[in-house]
């Protein structure tokens, strides 16, 4: 984890926003991510946590509020948004028939990414989620973490300021897991800003600057790992360490507002 200054500009800042389908996925979500920053947004399942993503990546149009990615409003601007932004869902979409070198040209063309960059870029994220062995073969033989990881290669490769991840672990064996971490951890260092959903709470623990918790489809917590058990109430004494971890700060957090239902 890296220290982001408070002054840092804002990468994301969602004001109000509201999608409703049989019910209200997400009811009037306020949210800000500044520069740099590595922020999980963690949840139970239903919480909204999906459907937001989809609206920041502008795979789904909100009913109403806004959405700023880089100060470009995405709502009004969607294509200088999508410039700057990188979408992975937990199933990764990728062209069986392509080799993952064939698919990175592919996807940097749709970007009209300059050719030489593009090859340059494709070799260092190869190299990077060590998938150079494999650059030449069909995507169709391959792995989930494999899959997952040209995935994240495909989305990387016009060098975006914004990474929003869908449970980007999900079905990874633990090598490819690890790689995926280091990757996204390197970017943040590097200064990327990565928004990414997890049910891994130690991931989200380990890996995260700022976590926020949603629940009906409300941010109902976020700070860091002491800020969310100072507001849960959690002891963090040495004696009581496993009684202020993310899972129990997690579950008291998301059971006042259960209880209050």
């Known amino acids: 984890m890296q220290h982001v200054t408070p002054t840092a ?7 109000g926003l509201i999608k409703r389908f049989d019910r209200p996925a997400v009811d009037g979500l306020d949210l800000s991510v500044r520069t740099g920053e590595f922020y999980a947004l963690v949840g139970p399942n239903g919480a909204g946590k999906t459907t937001t993503l989809r609206m920041i990546a502008g795979l789904l149009r909100p009913d109403a ?18 410039r700057i932004v990188a979408w992975v869902s937990d199933e990764p979409m990728i062209y069986d028939k392509l080799t993952p070198r064939e698919y990175l040209e592919f996807v940097a063309g749709l970007w009209s990414v300059e050719p030489s960059l593009a ?3 494709a070799d260092e994220l190869l ?17 989930k973490g494999m899959r997952q990881k040209v995935a994240l290669a495909g989305a990387l490769v016009h060098d975006p300021r914004v990474i929003i991840l869908d ?3 999900t079905g990874l064996d633990a090598g490819s897991a690890r790689q995926v971490k280091t990757v996204l951890r390197e970017r943040a260092q590097a200064g990327g800003t990565i928004v990414m959903t997890t049910h891994i709470l130690e991931v989200a623990e380990r890996m995260a600057d700022r976590i926020g918790i949603i629940a009906h489809g409300r941010l109902i917590a976020e700070g860091t790992l002491d800020e969310l058990r100072a507001q849960a109430g959690t002891q963090t004494n040495a004696q009581a360490r496993d009684a202020g971890s993310l899972e129990e700060t997690f579950l008291a957090l998301v059971a006042e507002p259960a209880q209050a239902a």
């Open 9 to 15: 500009p804002l990468a994301l800042e969602i004001r």
């Open 167 to 169: 449970e980007p672990l």
């Open 119 to 121: 090859a340059a870029r």
């Open 65 to 82: 509020g806004t959405v700023r990615i880089g100060g470009i409003d995405a709502l009004a601007d969607p294509i200088a948004a999508k």
């Open 127 to 143: 190299d990077w989620l060590d998938l150079a062995p494999h650059a030449d073969e069909r995507c169709e033989g391959f792995s």
